[in-house]
């Protein structure tokens, strides 16, 4: 799994927002979804995040592996959750007439669940298409200093840039261990015990762990050498909205507080055709 | 940890360099391990995710506020690297955040006066399970954003939770504080 930050879309639309605006457009998109039963509503605001997402011109190929990790584990969830068993219980998925029964669970099936389910995928797809651009069309870079301008702690601000730093190493020095324990004869056990698998991670998570840890020490050394915190951190990059940036707010402003305002109105059900 | 090293340490509320750092890397510590995670099916996307003993552990031995930003920002990164977006679940963010920023709080309170390792350790499980227990009481706010049942939630949330997240913090934390307990009296911190 690849974890390293990779700036795709900086050319595109989005890539040349503020990446402020990248951060709140997914927090009003999700107020406008959250909860939403219908789903001719929800394909609506799927074409939204559509069209936000090819904004953002992140190319297919890059994300391709992405995109397929995601739909498997949603499909997966869909489907377990809503289909093969009733972990969600939505009152009107189990009020209407069953159309057939799920193989193994027997779980009934309604043309209601059906629809709910497609609902949730729909969601989620969404979610994700509105999401992938701050992974995918901000500079890494700016992610702390973005922080600092939503006014949290300039200390916690540049931790935030530093967790973002510190991913990509983590991925490599976990590989490294992989390979290293591998070598002395590490190999994951093909078991279904959850204690065991746990257990069989430890030469794996420990080593990382502590290594992680111990150059921290050296990092955290070498911040306090350079006087970090001694006075109110300033930052090179300069951020401010324009006028495009205000206009995508208030259009995703005024989508969310339309979606509220429908759904408060109680017209918001799970669709049955 | 020991006593001398307790009474050495910086106020609880300060953040330090040190404070962020380890805030840091324990955040992405979490993201990448947070990664390697077995789904429990028919739960609301629950996972046994042997990387959660890592908040507990940053909360315990560095503090609230290094234990409240590796569950918060850590939980948001696995939700993006997964592809749900870093808010969809950011009530679960919040208290991957809180078991952390609990931890914190009890473990500067409590662990300091243990002086036996094996009472240590013991606490060391206890306390973050308990730590735990209470952070995850907060996702039942799952009643209103994703319109579950109060018995929904308990079962194929909480419930869920619960019982892969008990596993993690009675196993996986005592020990990754066993081995840090000799490095950090090595380190003097």
């Known amino acids: 799994m690849d974890v390293t930050p990779r700036y795709l879309g900086g050319n595109s639309f989005l890539g040349h927002r503020d990446p402020r605006v990248l951060l709140l457009v997914p927090v009003f998109y999700l107020v406008a979804v959250a909860r939403t039963e219908d789903l001719r509503v929800m394909l609506v605001c799927a074409g939204v995040a559509l069209a936000y997402y090819l904004a953002g011109g992140i190319p297919w190929r890059a994300a391709r592996t992405n995109w397929i990790f995601f739909l498997s584990l949603a499909l997966l969830t869909v489907t377990v959750n809503s289909l093969f068993t009733d972990a969600l219980q939505i009152e009107a998925t189990r009020q209407a007439q069953p159309l057939f029964e799920m193989p193994l669970t027997g779980n009934p099936v309604s043309a209601a669940t059906l629809s709910y389910s497609a609902t949730m995928l729909v969601r989620y797809i969404a979610l ?69 698998r746990l257990i069989s991670l430890k030469p794996v998570v420990i080593p990382l762990t502590v290594n992680s840890l111990i150059d921290a020490e050296d990092t955290s050394n070498a911040m306090d050498l350079r006087g970090f915190g001694a006075k109110h951190r300033t930052w090179m990059r300069e951020l401010i909205f324009n006028r495009t940036d205000y206009l995508l707010l208030g259009g995703f402003a005024a989508f969310a507080a339309a979606l509220v305002a429908y759904k408060v109105l109680g017209t918001d059900i799970v669709w049955v055709p | 940890m020991s006593k001398e090293l307790a009474e050495t340490r910086a106020p ?64 948001m990164i696995i939700d993006q690297i997964q592809g749900y977006g870093i808010l969809t679940y950011w009530n679960w963010s919040v208290a991957n955040g809180l078991t952390g920023f609990l931890c914190g709080l009890v473990g500067a309170v409590l662990l300091a006066r243990a002086n036996r390792e094996v009472v240590r350790l013991v606490l060391v499980a206890v306390l973050s399970w308990i730590a735990m227990f209470l952070a995850f009481l907060s996702t039942i706010t799952d009643m209103w954003l994703q319109g579950l049942t109060l018995e929904a939630w308990a079962a194929t949330a909480f419930g869920a939770t619960l019982l892969s997240n008990s596993l993690v913090m009675l196993i996986l934390v005592p020990a990754l504080d066993a081995i840090w307990e000799p490095i950090s009296k090595r380190m003097g911190r």
């Open chain 1, 128 to 196: 994700a298409m509105v999401g992938f651009p701050i992974a995918f069309c901000v500079a890494p870079g700016d992610l702390g200093v973005a922080f600092a301008r939503f006014r949290v702690s300039q200390r916690l601000a540049f931790g935030v840039d530093l967790t973002f730093r510190f991913v990509p190493s983590t991925a490599a020095k976990l590989t490294e261990i992989i390979d290293a324990q591998r070598v002395r004869g590490y190999t994951h056990p093909r078991t279904r015990n959850p204690v065991r």
């Open chain 2, 12 to 75: 609880l509320w300060t953040i330090s360099s040190r404070v962020v750092v380890f805030a840091a890397v324990g955040a992405a510590l979490y993201a990448v391990l947070g990664v390697i995670s077995i789904r429990i099916p028919g739960t609301q996307n629950v996972d046994i995710r042997p990387a959660f003993a890592l908040v507990a552990f940053i909360g315990l031995r560095f503090g609230p506020i290094a234990g409240l930003f590796t569950g918060l920002v850590g939980n």
